[in-house]
Every structure is written in structure tokens, then in C-alpha cells.
């Protein structure tokens, strides 16, 4: 049976678990460790359980910390694996997958024991290195392969699973990071959950199954903190990317955006076809139009069922927050002293160049 964080010496009976919850709301969780379920050891003990979960480039992580002033807790090893639930007592808990531990650390006075995990499956094989070049294959078939290579199941949304890459080469690079990269170029979600691999297009508003997901209303009243931020910082009008037709020498280029040559983010890389430079320009072009602005929220009543990509719209702020559509990037929940928490990190869901995003900035090219 999980536990709560709130009942350090004795446990409510489980029938009278829904009566306390209603008085006095409880967080709650599951831990399993190696297939054991700890969450009873760990009741009287826990000091911090935080677990984040990201939409991309990093591996959703859980950090627990516990109270070891007793010196009566075996220090976990790397490599076992943590399973965690959590929400609230009385109801039901949410699974937030499985967990692989790469690091352990024990430290005093008081003695603490702080216990660090990644994803399942984002840990030491899709890390290592690898030499592969990958000719005239398909995003499906790229992600396909590799997700074989680790047994996990592949999700691949439809639209990009047909994009037919001429030549893309792997060098000396991990799976994980050919893949972070590729998903970059193609404006994706790139993420391992619950063994399964991940690459969708950001911003669908869909699960993997390809469910559309409820918008999430928030409002003032709902959180403790908040900031927005709104910036100038690339206030591009357009990406250029290059590319050589046909295998030779002539450079040519796409934009996409906009012809204001004065405001044009050139991207590094020279890309094989048209199709790859004009799908890596609007990549880079839309994600420089989510990130002008962002925004941190933190819930006062932690929500477990929240995660990644969830579409997100807020009342009670400034009108131009409250107007914005806004996207969830990062998810982090906390249980511990002060109850339990999630902290939201959100960003643009359209296109940001509007009066109510730019009225304190200067025109493009001006």
C-alpha cells in the first residue's frame, strides 16, 4: 500500500484513508525498488521526493532524499530500478513509469541518503557511441531500427514517419543524441516513456496514441508563483538553411518566414536536399516563435496527471497572459515538507509576433 508523506510513525487504516484525505488532504505515493515495494520504510524517513519530466534533450529524472540520521538505510545500487506513483490519499495514484539509478549520495551531519534516477532505457546503451551512416531511409525506419536495438516499442507520428532523409551521418555519436538531433531538425518530441520511444511533432495537442488532449485551464488562484517573460532576444523575421542540389558544388538556400534579408537567422549545418534545409528552417522558425515567450507556474495543490505537450490556457493574469495559448514543456512534481507541488514550465503555442507580444519592442528591421 502507498504511503503518505504526513504519517511519519503509525498509518491510517486503509478504510479511513478517504475520510482523512477529505479533512486534510495528503500526498501520497508508491516506491518500488528492484521490485520491492519500499513506500512503508520510506513513510517515516522521506524528506523529498521530486520527480521531473521533460519533453525532450533530457531524460525525465525522480530524486529521492531520505533521512538516514538513524544510520538504518542500505545505500541503493546503480543500476536498479525505481518505480513511482504518486497523488493524493483516497484516490488513485498516477504511474510515472520506471526508473533506472546512476547516482548515490550519502552526506552529514544529520546523515542524508539522496538517491538520483533517469528513464528507463535513456541510460547506459543509448549512451554509448556509435559509427552509422543512414542513406535514403525514413524517419520511421530510423526510429524503428533503433528502438529494436533496446527493445522498446517505436511511436512515430504518421506525418513524420514518411520523411524520406537522403543521407544522415552518425558519427561518433550516441543513439540518443542522433535522435535529440533529429528531432530537432523536424521541430519533434523525442523521449523514451515507459518503454517506448517517442518522436512526435510538438504542439499536437495529441497523446501518443493520437487522443486529443483536453486543454488545461488554469488560474491565479491555482498557484503559489509565476513568471512571465517575453523577449526580443531573437527577434528574427525569418531561418535561411542551405543545402546543395543534386550533389553538387552550388550552395543554394531556402527561407522560410518571411524576405526581410536584414532580420534572417542563418543556420549553421548545409543540408543534402531542399526538402531537409526548408524542414530544418521551419523547425528553427517555430521554435524561435514559442520560446518569445515563457512562463513558470507553480500549483499550490500538486497535479500528478499533468505532463509534457499538454495544452494549457490561463485566467486571472494580464490580459496578454491570459490571451496567450500556452504549451506545457516541463513538468515537475514535489512531495515533501511543504506538501506537494508541480511546477510548469510553459511556453508559446502560436505564433508570438502580435501586438499584445511586441507592443514594448521595436518593429523587425527597423
Same mark, same amino acid.
Given at each position: 500500500?502507498? +504511503?503518505? +508523506?504526513? !504519517?511519519?510513525?503509525?498509518?491510517?487504516?486503509?478504510?479511513?484513508?478517504?475520510?482523512?484525505?477529505?479533512?486534510?488532504?495528503?500526498?501520497?505515493?508508491?516506491?518500488? @525498488?528492484?521490485?520491492?515495494? *519500499?513506500?512503508?520504510?520510506?513513510?517515516? /524517513? *522521506?524528506?523529498? *521526493?521530486?520527480?521531473? !519530466?521533460?519533453?525532450?534533450?533530457?531524460?525525465?529524472?525522480?530524486?529521492?532524499?531520505?533521512?538516514?540520521?538513524?544510520?538504518?538505510?542500505?545505500?541503493?545500487?546503480?543500476?536498479?530500478?525505481?518505480?513511482?506513483?504518486?497523488?493524493?490519499?483516497?484516490?488513485?495514484?498516477?504511474?510515472?513509469?520506471?526508473?533506472?539509478?546512476?547516482?548515490?549520495?550519502?552526506?552529514?551531519?544529520?546523515?542524508?541518503?539522496?538517491?538520483?534516477?533517469?528513464?528507463?532505457?535513456?541510460?547506459?546503451?543509448?549512451?554509448?557511441? /556509435?559509427? &552509422?551512416?543512414?542513406?535514403?531511409? +525514413?524517419?520511421?525506419?530510423? @526510429?524503428?531500427?533503433?528502438?529494436?536495438?533496446?527493445?522498446?516499442?517505436?511511436?512515430?507520428?504518421?506525418? *513524420?514517419?514518411?520523411?524520406?532523409?537522403?543521407?544522415?551521418?552518425?558519427?561518433?555519436?550516441?543513439?540518443?543524441?542522433?535522435?535529440?538531433?533529429?528531432?530537432? =531538425?523536424?521541430?519533434?518530441?523525442?523521449?523514451?516513456?515507459?518503454?517506448?520511444?517517442?518522436?512526435?511533432?510538438?504542439?499536437?495537442?495529441?497523446?501518443?496514441?493520437?487522443?486529443?488532449?483536453?486543454?488545461?485551464?488554469?488560474?491565479?488562484?491555482?498557484?503559489?508563483?509565476?513568471?512571465?517573460?517575453?523577449?526580443?532576444?531573437?527577434?528574427?523575421?525569418? @531561418? $535561411?538553411?542551405?543545402?546543395?542540389?543534386?550533389?553538387?558544388?552550388?550552395?543554394?538556400?531556402?527561407?522560410?518566414?518571411? !524576405?526581410?534579408?536584414?532580420?534572417?537567422?542563418?543556420?549553421?549545418?548545409?543540408?543534402?536536399?531542399?526538402?531537409?534545409? $526548408?524542414?530544418?528552417?521551419?523547425?528553427?522558425?517555430? /521554435?524561435?516563435? =514559442?520560446?518569445?515567450?515563457?512562463?513558470?507556474?507553480?500549483?499550490?495543490?500538486?497535479?500528478?496527471?499533468?505532463?509534457?505537450?499538454?495544452?494549457?490556457? @490561463?485566467?486571472?493574469?494580464?490580459? %496578454?497572459?491570459? %490571451?496567450?495559448?500556452?504549451?506545457?514543456? &516541463?513538468? +515537475?512534481?514535489?512531495?515533501?515538507?511543504?506538501?506537494?507541488?508541480?511546477?510548469?514550465?510553459?511556453?508559446? =503555442?502560436?505564433?508570438?509576433?502580435?501586438?499584445?507580444? =511586441?507592443?514594448?519592442?521595436?518593429?523587425?528591421?527597423?
Amino acid at each position: 500500500m502507498a +504511503t503518505s +508523506t504526513n !504519517e511519519r510513525t503509525t498509518r491510517t487504516d486503509s478504510h479511513d484513508a478517504p475520510r482523512v484525505a477529505r479533512l486534510h488532504p495528503q500526498p501520497d505515493y508508491r516506491i518500488s @525498488v528492484g521490485g520491492r515495494d *519500499l513506500s512503508r520504510l520510506f513513510a517515516p /524517513r *522521506l524528506v523529498s *521526493l521530486s520527480i521531473s !519530466e521533460s519533453r525532450s534533450d533530457e531524460a525525465d529524472t525522480i530524486d529521492i532524499v531520505l533521512d538516514d540520521s538513524k544510520n538504518d538505510l542500505d545505500i541503493p545500487k546503480r543500476g536498479a530500478t525505481i518505480k513511482a506513483s504518486i497523488g493524493w490519499a483516497g484516490e488513485p495514484l498516477v504511474d510515472k513509469g520506471s526508473f533506472v539509478v546512476n547516482e548515490v549520495e550519502h552526506s552529514g551531519s544529520p546523515d542524508i541518503i539522496t538517491v538520483r534516477a533517469r528513464s528507463a532505457a535513456m541510460t547506459s546503451g543509448m549512451q554509448e557511441r /556509435r559509427e &552509422k551512416s543512414w542513406h535514403r531511409q +525514413t524517419i520511421g525506419s530510423i @526510429v524503428r531500427s533503433i528502438a529494436g536495438r533496446y527493445s522498446l516499442s517505436p511511436t512515430v507520428g504518421d506525418a *513524420l514517419a514518411k520523411i524520406l532523409i537522403a543521407h544522415i551521418d552518425q558519427t561518433h555519436e550516441s543513439d540518443m543524441s542522433f535522435l535529440t538531433r533529429l528531432a530537432k =531538425r523536424y521541430d519533434a518530441v523525442m523521449n523514451v516513456k515507459d518503454l517506448r520511444l517517442l518522436f512526435m511533432p510538438i504542439g499536437t495537442g495529441q497523446t501518443a496514441s493520437g487522443k486529443r488532449l483536453d486543454v488545461l485551464e488554469l488560474t491565479r488562484a491555482s498557484g503559489d508563483s509565476h513568471r512571465y517573460h517575453v523577449s526580443e532576444r531573437e527577434n528574427y523575421a525569418a @531561418v $535561411r538553411a542551405h543545402y546543395h542540389s543534386n550533389g553538387r558544388a552550388k550552395r543554394k538556400s531556402v527561407i522560410v518566414g518571411g !524576405e526581410n534579408n536584414k532580420n534572417v537567422k542563418v543556420l549553421p549545418e548545409d543540408y543534402a536536399t531542399e526538402a531537409e534545409a $526548408r524542414a530544418a528552417a521551419q523547425a528553427e522558425f517555430k /521554435r524561435m516563435q =514559442r520560446s518569445q515567450a515563457t512562463m513558470s507556474y507553480t500549483l499550490a495543490r500538486g497535479r500528478a496527471e499533468l505532463f509534457p505537450e499538454m495544452p494549457v490556457v @490561463v485566467s486571472g493574469f494580464k490580459p %496578454e497572459i491570459d %490571451e496567450t495559448p500556452w504549451l506545457v514543456k &516541463k513538468a +515537475t512534481h514535489t512531495i515533501g515538507n511543504v506538501g506537494f507541488t508541480t511546477a510548469l514550465e510553459l511556453e508559446m =503555442r502560436d505564433d508570438p509576433t502580435t501586438d499584445r507580444h =511586441r507592443s514594448h519592442f521595436r518593429k523587425a528591421g527597423k
